[in-house]
């Protein structure tokens, strides 16, 4: 039988992430804006082969303010996942960014900056998991992750 990997998908209008939580090894993150669609697509089809995975996909849409380009270019982004999770036969659950923030009991404030706000999410990430590499591009990816692992035990 496989080893478990638990996935988390930030898709991020502009600095969306992969992450996966395993058993026995270290997370893993993937940045969509360091590396090409076919790159990141390859690193998942070799975590899907080696793993049984589940993944949970943050549910996302556009956003009052954002360009028409900006949500075009994000949603291709969404589709390109979706795609990939098909084609690799991954399991995935859309969630919304309400549902996994509320499983940590976290809620941004309407007068928090976006700034802030990372802030809080990483540094709830680094007391849940010190010995983890985070940053605010990789935090929310990490966190669905854990979110993913923690409903599916």
């Given at each position: 039988m496989k080893e478990l990997a638990f996935g988390g998908i930030d898709p991020g209008s502009q600095s969306g992430a992969i992450a996966f939580l395993?058993?026995?090894e270290s997370p893993i993150t993937i940045q969509f804006s360091k590396i090409t669609t076919k790159e990141w697509f390859e690193i998942l089809s070799t975590i899907a082969h080696k793993y049984e995975c589940e993944v949970v996909l943050e549910k996302v849409h556009g956003m009052p303010g954002m360009s028409v380009v900006a949500i075009s270019s994000f949603m291709k982004n969404v589709?390109?996942?979706?795609?990939?999770?098909l084609a690799l036969n991954i399991p995935f659950k859309e969630v919304t960014p309400q549902t996994w923030m509320k499983?940590?009991?976290m809620k941004k404030e309407k007068t928090e900056s976006k700034t802030?706000?990372?802030?809080?999410?990483?540094?709830l990430l680094q007391r849940l998991m010190p010995d983890v590499k985070v940053t605010n591009d990789t935090a929310d990816a990490i966190l669905i992750a854990n979110y993913c692992k923690q409903i599916n035990k």
């Amino acid at each position: 039988m496989k080893e478990l990997a638990f996935g988390g998908i930030d898709p991020g209008s502009q600095s969306g992430a992969i992450a996966f939580l395993f058993e026995k090894e270290s997370p893993i993150t993937i940045q969509f804006s360091k590396i090409t669609t076919k790159e990141w697509f390859e690193i998942l089809s070799t975590i899907a082969h080696k793993y049984e995975c589940e993944v949970v996909l943050e549910k996302v849409h556009g956003m009052p303010g954002m360009s028409v380009v900006a949500i075009s270019s994000f949603m291709k982004n969404v589709g390109h996942i979706e795609m990939a999770l098909l084609a690799l036969n991954i399991p995935f659950k859309e969630v919304t960014p309400q549902t996994w923030m509320k499983y940590y009991g976290m809620k941004k404030e309407k007068t928090e900056s976006k700034t802030e706000w990372k802030r809080r999410l990483r540094e709830l990430l680094q007391r849940l998991m010190p010995d983890v590499k985070v940053t605010n591009d990789t935090a929310d990816a990490i966190l669905i992750a854990n979110y993913c692992k923690q409903i599916n035990k």
